[in-house]
């Protein structure tokens, strides 16, 4: 983070991001200093509630993040900015986003937590456009232009308003991670289905409590031990504040529908007692050997996980991964369950034994019994994810000429990438395919 005194004394003179966070109400004259190598703006933090016309000076501007200040109206200043991909203005208290707010370049809008009713027909004309975050809003509707949004890749619309899912957002050709829990869709599910797993109860008072092992957008996890438990547990206690992907008891109800699964990580208890009353639950400690296996997207990746330069795998170590997330992937479609997030950032494996696990239901949505076409299409919109991800384990395969791992994960993966929804394979196909190449 930098400092007032930096930015005015010529300190910062070159830099090409900005963090700024100190209680500003308009923006530092200095910043235009920094026009000619300016390229990320954060003010996030602050108390703005509009910015100026001359922001178009910083004419290298590429990233600007104004979350957690005080703005009702999305700056139409924005728009004039010819190079802006990225704009976040999470947690504010925006009710309009004006056509010209809108930048002719953006790929990347957070409008997270704001106070939105509808958004303007000119957010389909963003050709750029792969990344649209609009949970915690009060949409009814979706604009009906953003069925020309062909490179849209993400799409979170959860806890907002919506009755219906647009007969046209199940053919978008890219959409691959979607989130839409927490609306009033009037949805049923079956008993069989994605009837919630009946889980013990745990009582705060008979954990004992370790270190914090993580944090994610809608909890804290920690490590504890349980009375009558032999081995350690994670806990996650939710923080119950809507997120990027939603509200954290929609990601509670999709962990609890989707099941045991080997190469999951679901809950084996829920929390009771907590001081606070907050919601937690008990999942099993994942093994120390265990690794992420990519991090998370970049500003310049924007959909896409990075990973670590000469990142490679032996061909059944790769087999190994995609077999297991594809099997749980197929157990969670099975029972009605859109993880919304599948991405090498959520899974762990082991780099010597080869086992993986699909965790993180952050984004998570359980999708209806009736209708079933309906619960088919959003499901097949995965697909594409699953396909991204053979991709990039094909990509990072050792060559090996007598191994058909590369060539599998491939061939499965352009099926899976298919830019007709309906096309492309049931999940459990693949999973059932990549498990018996496994075996050669």
Known sequence: ???????????????????????????????????????????????????????????????????????????????????????????????????????????????????????????????????????????EALPESLQAAHGLELLRISANRLTQVPDWLIELPRLSWLALAGNPFGWTWSAGQSTPVCLPRMAWADLTHGPLLGEGASGHIYQVQANHWQQPLALKIFKGEVTSDGLPEDELAASLAAGQHPALTTPVARLMGHPTQAQGLLMPLVPAAHVNLAGPPSLQTCTRDIYPPGFQLSPNLALGIAADVASALAHLHQRGVMHGDLYAHNILFDPEHGQAQLGDFGAATRLPTQPSDLCRDLLALEVRALGCLLEELAAATVAHTEHRAAPTLQTWGQACLSAVPHQRPAVAEVAQALQVARRW
């Open 1 to 139: 983070m930098h400092t007032l005194e930096q930015l005015r004394s010529g300190a910062l003179a070159g830099t090409r991001r900005l963090d700024l966070t100190c209680g500003l109400t308009d923006l530092p004259e200095e910043v235009f200093d920094l026009a000619d190598t300016l390229e990320v703006l954060n003010l996030s933090g602050n108390r703005l509630h509009d910015l100026p016309h001359q922001l178009t000076r910083l004419h290298q501007l590429k990233v600007l993040f104004a979350s957690d200040n005080a703005f009702e109206v999305l700056p139409e200043v924005l728009g004039d900015c010819p190079h802006l991909q990225v704009v976040g203005f999470k947690a504010n208290r925006i009710a309009q986003v004006p056509p010209a707010a809108l930048p002719p370049a953006l790929r990347w809008l957070i409008l997270t937590d704001n106070a939105l009713p509808s958004l303007p027909s000119a957010l389909g004309q963003r050709p750029a456009l792969q990344k649209l975050m609009l949970a915690g809003n009060h949409l």
